[in-house]
């Protein structure tokens, strides 16, 4: 069982509520970084200085955010209605149980039984403002106390694996996060590595930008969990990604165009140590890259991503020798990563 | 300047693979140049010295183009695609585009049994004379501009890409013929405006001018049954009011068009309802400047086939000289 998985996908951290993930990662990276501290926005900034062989700065970026609900309001019958914090698919979320609030009270995204549908019932899908969250009590008195407006509302989810492929909440981002972590308890690097554990990513790239402003480094790479739909289908289309075929490296998605140079230097390394990968298909999404890259005076940024099932609902799926190899090559890529790549000389 | 506006259509560079256009244009501006260097995003920045007298001026001409990138390469070789900023799917059926080490690819698309209408991207293709996904020289992340010659046709000059590699040539003919300036002038030959003006905006927060003016094509209203705008091309250099995210300095649009009319320089006054320029991030960046864009008018704009008026274009480099050469008072 891979316990730092475990560990991080438990854990809770709802767009602009991270310390409960953010207090558990500084607890395991505090005796592998020579500084950490929080800004203002609640990203974990931390240092391993390097060996001082090369002047670089580099930023590894993971989000640790999670996607999840807030609660709006309590109806007279004791339910809650919510907002989505992120992106959802709506049809995702009935039957779901959740837990709300800082004294992590238990409730099911409730649905009306299928015996009770009517037949255009059955064909529509629920809205998501017209869900409510169950949390067993009577009616709206019995529930004010026990939670109130303004609380968060994160899945509940236990991690599991089954042979290589691992299940759970959250591995956008915490399959980033955790890759991150295991870099920074390797050996030190040539240069000074800041990693940055930011927030509210889910949320439009909030933390991210100005975690870049801060550190201002010489270049930057994103962790990442990227979605994967490989599932079968007729035509001859490609998968976004697939399960266990390597690490996926961005090109271009709807808001960054990723540094050529890096995504170079990141193939021809997985190429030199015979790790798979795999190029995400280019088009939609969007990455704490888009906001790293275009940071003060531009900042080359490339993308690593481990493949997600079901990303945004309340469980997904990744396969474990993926994660390894995004752990492997983020490691060959910034121990091979010198000025030359990323610093531009006129002929 | 028909030579340099050939060889700059012609180059291949795709909004974030521009290095080709700036393998070109570099050694042009070298001779007139106090300094030069590239930026982490890959924007060429050409500064000219002032005489100490003036201000900061932040002059912007993308390098990039729309273009494609692989998404999937099918079992018979076909190559599925998406867009690298606004590419109209209209645009596409019989063209060709180039990808960076020279290979051709021909776009069509799937049948429509109506044939009026058009197919969306996702059922288009390039066929690149593959036979099989096995003898593809393409692969999936590879990005390609449009290919189309250059050619004159009277006055008019055509070429894919006239946006913006006319603006590129408007700022390197501006700079060679600048002998003297009070300002001191940064030309940015920025990268990827076509996928929402990042080159500039990292630019601009570096250079921080006091002044930014972009040089970029707008569209016109002189083609049968056009949206009314009242740009016309042969009519002049167009001094932008107002885009669709930029509301230009009142005092620089002011000076351009007092320039202009101390000079003889014909112009015209363009509100463009659709589209930006690298102006909005130099307006918007650190505390902001005051900015604004000296236009070239442009039919077929996001086509493979645009159309500028050379006698526009001559217009504009002078009005670019006239400001460049004169204090800047807002």
Same mark, same amino acid.
């Given at each position: ?121 059955r064909r529509r899908v629920v809205k998501i403002d017209s869900m409510r969250i169950d949390i067993g009590a009577k009616d709206k008195s019995a529930a004010n106390g026990k939670v109130k407006p303004g609380d968060f509302a994160a899945f509940v989810t236990t991690y599991q694996e089954m042979g290589n492929t691992a299940l759970g909440k959250a591995f956008d981002n915490r ?82 165009i990723q540094d050529p140079r890096l995504v170079a230097h990141i193939t021809r390394t997985a190429a030199e140590r015979g790790i798979p990968y795999q190029i995400r298909r280019p088009g939609g999404g969007g990455t704490n890259t888009a906001v790293i890259q275009r940071t003060h005076t531009g900042i080359p940024a490339a993308t690593i991503a481990v493949p997600g099932r ?38 | ?13 795709? %909004? !974030? #693979? ?5 393998? *070109?244009?570099?050694?042009? &501006? $070298?001779?007139?140049? /106090? ?108 990005? %390609? !501009? #449009? ?5 004159? *046709?009277?006055?008019?000059? &055509? $070429?894919?890409?006239? /946006? ?97 009319e101390e000079a003889g320089i014909p112009y015209q006054m363009e509100v463009l309802e659709g589209g930006t320029t690298d102006a909005r991030p130099m307006q918007i960046a650190n505390a902001g400047c005051a900015a604004g864009c000296i236009s070239i008018p442009c039919r077929y704009v996001h086509s493979q086939s645009e159309m500028v008026d050379g006698n526009d274009v ?17």
């Amino acid at each position: 069982m891979n316990e730092l998985l475990k560990q991080l996908t438990e854990a809770d951290g709802v767009s602009s509520n991270e310390k409960e993930i953010r207090l558990l990662i500084r607890d395991l990276i505090a005796d592998h970084v020579d500084e950490w501290r929080v800004d203002s926005m609640g990203n974990l900034i931390a240092l391993k200085k390097g060996t001082g062989a090369s002047d670089l700065r580099v930023l590894v970026d993971a989000h640790m955010d999670e996607v999840g609900l807030m609660i709006t309001e309590i109806a007279s019958d004791g339910t809650l209605k919510f907002e989505p914090v992120g992106g959802f698919n709506d049809r995702t979320l009935l039957g779901k149980v959740v837990r709300v609030g800082a004294d992590k009270i238990s409730g099911v995204i409730g649905a009306k039984p299928v015996h009770l549908l009517s037949a255009s019932e059955r064909r529509r899908v629920v809205k998501i403002d017209s869900m409510r969250i169950d949390i067993g009590a009577k009616d709206k008195s019995a529930a004010n106390g026990k939670v109130k407006p303004g609380d968060f509302a994160a899945f509940v989810t236990t991690y599991q694996e089954m042979g290589n492929t691992a299940l759970g909440k959250a591995f956008d981002n915490r399959a980033g996060c955790a890759a991150l972590i295991e870099l920074l308890r390797g050996e030190p690097y040539p240069f000074d590595l800041y990693a940055a554990f930011t927030v509210q990513e889910e949320v439009g790239l909030r933390g991210a930008q100005v975690a870049a402003y801060s550190v201002q480094p010489d270049v930057a790479l994103v962790l990442e969990c990227t979605p994967a739909y490989d599932l079968p289908t007729k035509e001859d289309v490609s998968p976004n990604v697939a399960l266990g075929q390597g690490p996926s490296i961005y090109v271009m998605d709807a808001v960054t165009i990723q540094d050529p140079r890096l995504v170079a230097h990141i193939t021809r390394t997985a190429a030199e140590r015979g790790i798979p990968y795999q190029i995400r298909r280019p088009g939609g999404g969007g990455t704490n890259t888009a906001v790293i890259q275009r940071t003060h005076t531009g900042i080359p940024a490339a993308t690593i991503a481990v493949p997600g099932r079901h990303a945004h609902t309340p469980v997904m799926m990744i396969n474990l020798e993926d994660y390894a190899n995004v752990v492997k090559l983020t490691d060959a890529v910034l121990r091979t990563l010198s000025p030359d790549i990323v610093r531009r000389n006129l002929n | 300047m028909n030579e340099l506006i050939k060889k700059l259509t012609e180059a291949y560079g795709p %909004a !974030g #693979f521009e290095d080709q256009v700036r393998d *070109l244009i570099q050694p042009e &501006v $070298a001779p007139y140049a /106090d300094e030069i260097k590239v930026d982490a995003l890959g924007n060429l920045i050409v500064h000219k010295k002032g005489d100490g007298s003036g201000l900061k001026v932040m002059i912007a001409a993308h390098m990039d183009e729309i273009g494609v990138m692989v998404t999937h390469i099918t079992k018979e070789g076909y190559v599925r695609f998406t867009n690298i900023g606004g590419v109209y799917p209209r645009t596409l059926h019989g063209n060709r585009v180039r990808f960076a080490d020279g290979t051709i690819g021909i776009i069509s698309t799937e049948p429509l049994a109506d044939r009026n209408k058009v197919n969306s991207l996702d059922k288009h293709f390039i066929d690149v004379g593959a036979t099989s996904s096995e003898d593809c020289p393409v692969k999936v992340g590879d990005a %390609a !501009g #449009f290919w189309r010659e250059f050619a004159v *046709l009277g006055s008019r000059l &055509v $070429a894919k890409s006239m /946006d913006d590699r006319i603006g590129c040539v408007v700022a390197i003919e501006a700079l060679k013929r600048l002998k003297e300036t009070p300002h001191d002038v940064y030309f940015v030959f920025s990268v990827q405006e076509e996928v929402g003006t990042r080159g500039a905006q990292t630019a601009a927060n570096a250079l921080n001018p006091d002044v930014g003016i972009a040089l970029d094509v707008t569209l016109t209203g002189d083609t049968p049954e056009a949206r009314p705008m009242a740009v016309s091309l042969g009519k002049g250099t167009a001094i932008k009011v107002k885009d669709t995210g930029m509301i230009a300095h009142a005092g620089l649009v002011k000076l351009m068009r007092q320039r202009a009319e101390e000079a003889g320089i014909p112009y015209q006054m363009e509100v463009l309802e659709g589209g930006t320029t690298d102006a909005r991030p130099m307006q918007i960046a650190n505390a902001g400047c005051a900015a604004g864009c000296i236009s070239i008018p442009c039919r077929y704009v996001h086509s493979q086939s645009e159309m500028v008026d050379g006698n526009d274009v001559e217009n504009s480099v002078r009005l670019l000289v006239e400001i460049l050469s004169k204090p800047i008072a807002l």
